[in-house]
Structures are given as structure tokens and as C-alpha cells.
């Protein structure tokens, strides 16, 4: 798997002007966080620094897009406000772009449901991926300034995105935001967005605990309290694929900071559980894997594969770690009748692999996203771990 995973970043890496170096390279930030931890993951089993040095390119080659005005934009310099040096230093302070074609919809534009997805701005759930990323970074390579910056995101990104309605009651996250943070391009929250945060916040911080004897390291306390609440009878009940990976992912990553003794909600883990089997029997019954390459999107079925990987990792760490998780019976019990869904993943990735499935207009469509979420599915560790 080595050997495939290599090829199809090499290649990804190709064709959106990483290495070699193109004019116009093409960075979009959740494709991106994928690829950094696929880096990662490849230089970790094999040794070879090329890949962490694609891995620090592509940070750099991120920040240096995303963390800037758009080409076609009015405004120039770092969307963070910062002069150039400064904004050198604290690429993400000001938020990162998603990097889609379209510009942003300005705010005298009338509100088109479908013209947004194709609009640039900010997404509060890219934003954690790339903090998740970096992260890892900072874990990886031993290098501390990775979570320095992911931890600067975090504190922006929660200070712009999260509100209270009317000024009072329990806050809300913004879905979508505009490139410079000034104001809500999409007012809805994303349903998994609070639970996504918290759990990145708490593994940035656990980090962070590496590196508080330093000068001025930031601290993410207030922050995870904060989002803690946020999470607060929230339903996290989907059926769909990318969605219920998500909350597999997210169990697994909530396991490993309950050990460490580094996470708010422990019980968290439970609803997640139970949520993530009401979602799975919903999504098996609608039988969409049994349809042809063309009607699937490839991206969301691999984040499902990834998120059942996440899943055996889960089984074996409450197995391992009894004593931690023995307050957790609830979650074992219905753990064992989700278990029944992880040769999912394996039906998943051979279809997939399938090179004619790779070769459809839908596969196509989304080439870069497709490409990296089956890099990830086939060495999910650089992207599950935290540690």
C-alpha cells in the first residue's frame, strides 16, 4: 500500500503545483489537511525525509495562498491585516481561504443556496482540519511553531465564527464566513462543527502541554470551555457517509485524549456511539454502494472507510485501556454491534481501486479530493492518530 499511497501524492502533488513548483498552484484547504497527514504518515513508515519535506512545502505553500487575498480580489497582503513580516510570522492568525474559484459573495449580493458552495470564504470545519493537520505537524517532526499557528487559528476562528443569537442564550458557530472574518456569508451551523472544535481545541492543547514552559505559548482553556457548551444537547445523528466518518474519526480521537486525561466530555463518547449505529443502519438500508461509479461520490464513501478504521482502532483501545473506559459500558455494548459494519471499508476501498470506477466523469469531477481521501483510506493512521 506504501508503494500506491506514494504514487497517487506524488502525483497529487504534481497536479496542483506543489513539486515541481508550478505558476499557479492549486491549494484548497480541506484536500490539503488530508495531504499534509499523508505526508506525514509516509515519512513515518518508510523514513524518508522527502515526505516531510513535502509536507512542510505544502504548509508553507497553504499559508502563503490561503492565508493571503485573492489574485482577483481589491484588497491585497495577508487577510489577517498584518503587514508583511508580521503576517510572515503568524500566517494563520487572521484565518485561512478555502480556495474556491469563485470570489466571495460580496454583501450587497443577493443570497444564491447553490452559487455559495462555489464562493470562496471561510469554513469553520476546513479551519479545524488544518489545525488538525498541523498538529500533527508539530507531533511528527518535533518542530513546536506548527502548534503555535494551529493554536493562533483556533483562537480566531473561535472568537469570529461563534455567536449568540440575540446576544444571549447558548452560542452558535457561523457555517461560513467571509475571507476577512467580518461578517456571516452562511448563517446556519454545520451540524458536527461544535464537536469537530472540541475535539480539535483539546488535542491542540494536549500538545501544547509539551511546550507551557516556553515564553507566552498560548493556551486553549477558556476556548474548550466555551465550545464545551456549545456541544451541549446537540443531535449528531446522520446518514451521511463523510458525516458518520467524521463521528468515528472523532470517537477514536476523543479515546485517545480521555487516556491521556485531556478531554471536558468524556461521556461525549457514548452519544457518538449510539449515533453513529442509528446513522449506519439508516445509511446500509438506502443500499447506495450498490449503485454504479457514476452515482457515488467517491470522497464521502473513503471518508466512511477511514472513519471504520478509526472504529477498530477504538475497539482495541477500550480493550486495552479497561480501566479508563470503565465507566463507558454503554459505548462497549453498542461498539460490538457497530463492528458489524467494518468490512464496509474494505468493499469501499476495492471499489475504489478499481481503476475503470477511477475513470468515470464523477470520479473526475472531484479529482484532487478523490485522490487524497484514498491516499488517507489506505494509511489512515497519519490522519487518525493524535499522538
Not at 488530508?34 to 504548509?59: I, K, M, P
Not at 489574485?71 to 484565518?95: K, M, V
Amino acid at each position: 500500500m506504501k508503494v500506491l499511497v506514494s504514487e497517487i501524492m506524488t502525483e497529487y502533488a504534481g497536479l496542483t503545483g506543489l513539486s515541481p513548483a508550478g505558476p499557479h498552484p492549486q491549494r484548497y484547504l480541506w484536500t490539503d489537511a488530508f495531504a499534509v497527514c499523508n505526508f506525514l504518515e509516509l515519512y513515518r513508515q518508510t523514513g524518508d525525509e522527502h515526505y516531510s519535506h513535502l509536507a512542510s512545502l505544502l504548509v508553507d505553500q497553504v499559508h502563503a495562498i490561503l492565508g493571503r487575498h485573492r489574485a482577483d480580489d481589491s484588497r491585497s497582503g495577508w487577510i489577517s491585516g498584518l503587514d508583511e513580516q508580521e503576517g510572515a510570522r503568524h500566517p494563520t492568525i487572521g484565518g485561512l481561504r478555502i480556495g474556491k474559484e469563485m470570489n466571495e459573495r460580496r454583501p450587497e449580493d443577493p443570497f444564491d443556496e447553490q452559487l455559495e458552495w462555489d464562493r470562496d470564504g471561510q469554513y469553520y470545519h476546513y479551519l479545524t482540519q488544518w489545525m488538525h493537520s498541523l498538529d500533527r505537524m508539530s507531533v511528527v517532526t518535533g518542530e513546536p511553531t506548527y502548534n503555535r499557528l494551529a493554536i493562533e487559528l483556533a483562537k480566531t476562528a473561535h472568537a469570529r465564527f461563534t455567536y449568540s443569537p440575540g446576544g444571549r442564550g447558548q452560542k452558535h458557530i457561523y457555517w461560513k464566513m467571509s475571507i476577512d472574518l467580518s461578517h456571516p456569508q452562511v448563517l446556519s451551523m454545520g451540524q458536527h462543527d461544535p464537536l469537530d472544535g472540541l475535539i480539535t481545541y483539546s488535542g491542540l492543547q494536549a500538545t501544547a502541554r509539551k511546550y507551557s514552559g516556553q515564553s507566552a505559548w498560548p493556551d486553549l482553556s477558556a476556548e474548550i470551555a466555551d465550545i464545551a457548551n456549545i456541544c451541549t444537547g446537540k443531535s449528531l445523528i446522520t446518514d451521511d457517509p463523510l458525516g458518520l466518518g467524521g463521528l468515528l474519526t472523532g470517537a477514536c480521537k476523543i479515546a485517545q485524549l480521555v487516556i491521556a486525561d485531556n478531554f471536558i466530555k468524556p461521556d461525549l463518547l457514548e452519544t457518538i456511539v449510539a449515533s453513529s449505529l442509528i446513522g449506519l443502519d439508516s445509511y446500509v438500508r438506502g443500499a447506495s454502494l450498490k449503485l454504479p461509479a457514476d452515482y457515488r461520490l467517491a470522497f464521502r464513501e473513503l471518508g466512511l472507510s477511514i472513519g471504520l478504521q478509526a472504529l477498530e482502532r477504538l475497539k482495541g483501545l477500550l480493550e486495552q485501556y479497561t480501566g479508563v473506559f470503565k465507566k463507558h459500558r454503554s459505548a462497549q455494548s453498542q461498539l460490538k454491534s457497530l463492528m458489524q459494519y467494518v468490512p464496509l471499508r474494505e468493499a469501499i476501498n476495492a471499489f475504489w481501486l478499481e481503476r475503470k470506477n477511477r475513470e468515470t466523469s464523477a470520479w473526475m469531477a472531484h479529482l484532487n479530493i478523490n485522490m487524497v481521501m484514498l491516499a488517507t483510506s489506505l494509511v489512515p493512521d497519519g490522519y487518525i492518530s493524535l499522538r
